[in-house]
């Protein structure tokens, strides 16, 4: 979407348009001092009369030192020296013109960037469709509780998250990960708000209130993102209010003390005419507009970029500490594999006593009401769930697995810790299992204490999982760490694959804080990339925490920095690429607009150069600057 001019930018270049036409019109008149005055204040009102006004009231309010008031003394006191000595109004009514236009630019880039991020805003529905006896109405989403049926007709958002009751439809996903092809879902699969409807009728079961949802917590951070700068806007903030002060300071003097030396010193002329003119364009080229509009705007217009991505970056200071990761941890399952599981083998210690469909009919019910995939994937593999076994007592372990009274009988799934804390001997999966076996994860299963056999369910790679680790070496990162808490033979499979060479494997999330502490002390920033509740201690302690396909976990958003919208592990380095950019892009800024700041001022303090010159140092440093600050937009191809 293109973005134009609004009424306010409209009015300002029609300003600027007729103070440029009179300001040409008026260099081929000729007339009276007096008369020209009046004449060229035609146009220095017209294009200045605000910022004369924001100088009046920062005076007012007590807050004078910005770049308003600097642009109203020099501009004046331009006038008062062509009123004076040079009889030339040019200079005053171009240095204002000038600065418009650069306003008028940074105005305009700043719009752009605002659109970008509004463009994701426009997932916030206006309305939700109920059912009624009188056929559908429209209700505000606020209203909506937990449990209720809405509608959802082609075209229209999804107002809130749920579960598909009826019907089936092609999902238009983009303004929340970024990715263009749509998402097929029919009854039974979950939907995320924000999403837009392209073809069919749903029927969905909200599972949580509007506030809740999924587009109101990625505009709530989208829109607090501003509030956490970085270092580089918090040292602009603190550079501008002490330059300022120092730059009228060192005006003043350098308008005073000159002609002062020549007097009383020299025994020459003054020419108190000329140091003011000094000093009024030193005022002129010192303002630090290019430091204090392009800084916050390439942080900007960088986060709004990336969320177009599907990269949600809650503060400036998150993207710069982004820029800096040298080491990247990763957890395994749904992070650089899909996290779909299914039972390839089951081994029982006796057959005797326990065959293969009474070990996965067993796991299977304990594991009923689990949401962990490793528990839907043994719920897959037994088909006959509603047969009216009962279970009872069920108990999850943390870091162990499920305790559960199936039909009164005692089972419990889990690992090798589980089965040492019940008392049950299990094999060491060497002993038990096939050599090309061992690659997948083994769950264990105890029967009234008794050991009676594993489980094998293995894992799938996600297909851009290899590429994703190529594309962050390539990034910069020098160290990458797989965290899991699968067997070693699992973890060292799939790691051997991706080409990780550190790997941890069978973790406890307490196990996953400690790793990420010991690897924090080391040399560079720590991220770590995790997908669930699991891990949002992690998150939480690592130097950034990137939760990634994380939308349906309310944890790991807000445990995390950085958010990925979608299971993509190719994120990952685009992310870390993108804040790269934007931070080179930062420094090119400030040591641009700072070293040609300096060289204008020293060449204007000995009067190499004049207005002029004064009037490039300030808008066209910034326009250069803001140009270069754009281009954190650009984020497609980084």
Known sequence: MKYSFNKKQKNNLIRIIIAAALLVCLHFVHLHNGIMFLCYMVPYLIVGYDILKKAWKGMINRQPLDENLLMAIATVGAIALALYKTGDFTEAVAVMLFYQVGELFQSYAVGRSRRNIGELMDIRPDYANIETDDGIE?????????????????????????????????????????????????????????????????????????????????????????????????FISRFARVYTPIVVISAVLLAIAPPLIRMTLLATAPEWGQWIYR?????????????????????????????????????SNYLEGLS???????????????????????FPADVNRFDEAEILHMAAHAERHSSHPIAQALREAFENETDGCQVDNVEEI????????????TVCVGNRRMMDAVGAKAPEPAESLPETDMSGTVIYVAI????????????????????????????????????????????????????????????????????????????????????????????SRADIGIAMGALGSDAAIEAADVVLMDDDPLKIAKAIRLSRKCMRIVHENIWFAIGIKVLCLILCAIGAVGMWAAIFADVGVMVLAVLNAMRTLLVRNV
């Open 138 to 234: 429209k209700v505000d989403p606020d209203e909506v509780e937990i449990g209720t049926i809405i509608v959802v007709q082609p075209g229209e958002k999804v107002p809130i998250d749920g579960v598909v009751c009826e019907g089936k439809a092609s999902l238009d996903t983009s303004a929340l990960t970024g990715e263009s092809v749509p998402r097929s879902v029919r009854e039974g699969d979950e939907v995320i708000s924000g999403c837009i409807n392209t073809n069919g009728v749903l029927r969905i079961r909200t599972t949580r209130e509007f506030d809740e949802s999924t587009a109101s917590k990625i505009l709530d951070l989208v829109e607090n993102a501003s509030s956490r700068k970085s270092r580089s806007e918090n």
């Open 279 to 315: 000093a009024l364009t030193f005022l002129v080229i010192s303002c630090p507009c290019a430091l204090v509009i392009s800084i916050p705007l390439s942080f900007f217009a960088g986060i709004g970029g990336a969320s177009r991505e599907g990269i949600l970056v809650k503060g």
């Open 324 to 346: 800096k990761i040298k080491t990247v941890v990763m957890d395994k399952t749904g992070t650089l594999t899909k996290g779909v599981f299914r039972v390839t083998r089951v």
């Open 398 to 409: 943390a870091g162990h697995g499920i305790r559960a009274q199936v039909d009164g009988r």
């Open 448 to 539: 009234d204490g008794q050991y009676a056999g594993c489980i094998v369910i293995s894992d799938i790679i996600k297909e851009t999982s290899p590429e994703a680790v190529r594309k962050m070496r390539e990034a910069g990162v020098s160290r990458l760490v797989m965290l899991t808490g699968d067997n070693q033979a699992a973890a060292g499979a799939v790691a051997a694959e991706l080409g990780i060479q550190e790997v941890c494997s069978e973790l406890l999330p307490a196990d996953k804080v400690s790793k990420v502490e010991e690897l924090i002390d080391g040399k560079g920033r720590v991220a770590f990339v995790g997908d669930g509740i699991n891990d949002a201690p992690v998150l």
